[in-house]
């Protein structure tokens, strides 16, 4: 298997501008996670997904954040509009169940000039 | 809510000596698993070990070995024999009901 594969790798972006960050989880793995990591902050956990429902999205900053799961081999995770302190990492993760370690992409690491 | 906190935020160790690493959680739920991850300067997260809560026994994985207090709800990481790739980030990770919960980490350095 391939491991969780996020896209793109890098991202540069003004201010203002919609932003798609998107995740290709492990086949066969049925919760999905994306976390922001900072240094004033450290990992953050912004929305869990269980069977492509969204269960816990207390983390999402703001209403700019807006995370997708139409099915169970992809999610995206969209900033409308970025503002410059929305630039960080952006981590997917999938498990296989419940409690079960998290498997990491390579994350995205957006800037918002 | 569940917490992770990590004490430490930096630590240093000679090259083939041994560390350990604190961590402890607090959560309501009896079951539960705990991982450390540890994230090198590429920031890929890489997951080292793992305990099952209901386990008495503490996990081993190579030179990595976990001490599991439960009642004191403590989660330490030894690392053995410690080489210049352990040199990382070290995350302690707590997950309940999907939910997987952070510290803020511990930088590890080894010097030569």
């Known amino acids: 298997d391939a491991g969780v594969i996020q896209s793109p790798r890098h991202e540069v972006t003004e201010m203002g501008q919609e932003v798609t960050l998107r995740c290709k989880p492990i086949?066969?793995?049925?919760?999905l996670f994306w976390y922001r990591q900072t240094m004033m902050r450290g990992l953050e956990l912004l929305i869990y997904?269980?069977?492509?429902?969204?269960?816990?999205d207390s983390g999402m900053p703001e209403d700019r954040f807006s995370a997708k799961m139409p099915n169970a081999s992809f999610s995206t995770l969209k900033i409308q509009p970025s503002e410059p302190r929305d630039s960080a990492v952006y981590f997917c993760?999938?498990?296989?169940?419940?409690?079960?370690?998290?498997?990491f992409g390579q994350g995205t690491r957006l800037t918002v000039v | 809510a569940q917490t992770v906190t990590q004490s430490q935020p930096e630590m240093s160790v000679q090259e083939a000596e041994t560390v350990t690493l604190s961590c402890t959680y607090d959560?309501?739920?009896?079951?539960?698993?705990l991982f450390w991850y540890k994230q090198p300067p590429s920031r890929q997260m890489i997951l080292v070990i793992r305990?099952?809560?209901?386990?008495?026994q503490n996990a081993t994985e190579n030179r990595f070995s976990v001490n599991f207090q439960k009642a004191a709800k403590s989660f330490s990481l030894k690392i053995s024999d410690s080489q210049l790739g352990d040199a990382a980030m070290y995350f302690c990770?707590?997950?309940?009901?999907?939910?997987?919960?952070f510290g803020t980490g511990t930088r590890l350095q080894v010097t030569l």
């Open positions: 086949s066969g793995h049925n919760s």
């Open positions: 305990q099952e809560a209901y386990k008495q």
């Open positions: 959560t309501s739920e009896s079951d539960y698993y």
């Open positions: 997904f269980n069977n492509n429902v969204p269960i816990d």
């Open positions: 993760a999938s498990s296989l169940r419940q409690n079960t370690e998290a498997f």
């Open positions: 990770a707590h997950s309940t009901a999907s939910k997987l919960t």
